[in-house]
């Protein structure tokens, strides 16, 4: 089928790539003239595993191509997804001026019949400002046209994108229109061969799943964080405590692990219009507002960590960071958890020495230079001559550091783990103290 994808993020670009990958003809439209310049030379503006020699292969094969015309990607495609950016507004609403914008540009060029579908994430209610938007375009232009708008929230992680796209655990298609249905059945129909994946209901409902979705991810995180604040403090570890719940499997092993605040694009600011959409209509939203609350303060419990280890402050000290990006195998900061540390370690007056395996170009691009951040090549680079070591982000090579070489070098000794990537007492046994998150015996 010939498909048009609005935005080329990690959402758009993924399900573009993948939809070529099974054999659509696909043209991506973005805004952003350099980003699409490089992918049309085949440079990946994100760092997603697997994605980058399946673009360029596609590309070659002429199924994915890269725009700024959006006229002309309108023509092409008999399926129109919006994939753009739906940021927080200043109240934490979702912000809809990109979406909306795709809308009227839809709205402004398209020719034919076509299905609207929309993949952002967007508060319900907002297909029927699409379809509003649209029409009014079209009215504008003094023409008449069949269109339908669905909702088809993605639910794709950052950092196994090309995987979770490749192989869904579910297709959510929200409409009301049996044709819309079809057509999508059969766009989607080489990722549904196994076992039926498609769950198919009303555009709302379907705009309300993926808040749900997100929202309970976000609320398991913060209940472990909470449980992990009581742990330190009456003497439990909390990783004894989450082996103990996981194998329930009405719990389950996912989503419990204790650490230093859910970051990324999707957790912050989804839990947060979530909230003020129940507001709009009346419902006080008690426990999604713990759970942003919960969050926040964790974000600050890694400094929290120095300051009562370094009872004078930290002005002076030399702290590396391991790990910038919200999570691993992904180059996205976006609200991570890193930058609240890195702030406040600055406030304080220290200076950071960070390493990232892929988010150093990201970091650079949001920090500039300053005299008190040093953004490292190695991980090893980062402990030269640093005073501690802070670890933010669960990357894999993180996990097995040699703790006598660890002790040699930091000066003072000390490791706060913001992932409870440590045995506690492998580390205290090489020299060095040891802070993880919700480790009362630590304390
Ligand atoms: P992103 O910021 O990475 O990418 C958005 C892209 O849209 C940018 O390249 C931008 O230039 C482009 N854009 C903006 N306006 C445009 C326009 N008028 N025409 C064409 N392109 C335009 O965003 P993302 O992370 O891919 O997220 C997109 C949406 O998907 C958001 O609503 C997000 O909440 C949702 N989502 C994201 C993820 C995720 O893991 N990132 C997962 C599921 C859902």
Known sequence: ???????????????????????????????????????????????????????????????????????????????????????????????????????????????????????????????????????????????????????????????????????????????????????????????????????????????????????????????????????????????????????????????????AGYGGSCFPKDVQALAWTAQQYGCNPRLLDAVEAVNAAQKQHLFELMQRHFPDGVAGKTVAVWGLSFKPNTDDMRAASSRTLLAQLWEAGARVQAFDPEATQEARRIFGTRDDLHLCATASEALQDADALVVVTEWKQFRSPDFGKLARTLKDKVVFDGRNLYDPAEVEAAGLAYYGIGRGRSL
Request: aromatic content about 6%; overall charge negative.
């Open 1 to 259: 089928m010939r498909v048009t994808i609005f935005g080329t993020g990690y959402v758009g670009l993924v399900t573009g790539t993948c939809l070529a990958e099974v054999g659509h003809d696909v043209i991506c439209v973005d805004i952003d003239n350099a980003k699409v310049e490089g992918l049309n030379r085949g440079v990946i503006p994100i760092y997603e595993p697997g994605l980058e020699s399946m673009v360029k292969a596609n590309h070659a094969s002429g199924r994915l191509n890269f725009t700024t015309d959006a006229a002309a990607a309108i023509e092409h495609g008999d399926v129109v997804f919006i994939a753009v950016g739906t940021p927080p507004d200043e109240d934490g609403s979702a912000d809809l001026k990109y979406v909306l914008a795709v809308a009227r540009t839809i709205g402004q060029h398209v020719q034919r019949a076509v299905v609207v579908v929309n993949k952002s994430t967007v508060p319900v209610g907002t297909a029927d400002k699409v379809r509003a938007t649209i029409a009014q375009e079209l009215a504008n232009r003094r023409t008449t046209l069949v269109f339908d708008v669905v909702s088809n929230p993605e639910f794709l992680k950052e950092g196994d994108a090309v995987n979770d796209c490749m192989r869904p655990d579910r297709i959510v298609i929200g409409t009301d229109s049996a044709q819309a249905l079809e057509k999508l059945k059969r766009l989607y129909a080489p990722f549904n061969r196994n076992h039926e994946r498609i769950v198919a209901m009303d555009v709302r409902s379907a705009e309300l799943t993926k808040y749900a979705a997100n929202a309970m991810l976000a609320t398991k995180i913060s209940f472990m964080n909470e449980m992990a604040c009581i742990a330190e403090q009456v003497g439990a570890d909390i990783e004894h405590v989450r082996q103990g719940i996981g194998s329930d499997p009405r719990i389950g092993w996912h989503f419990i692990y204790p650490g």
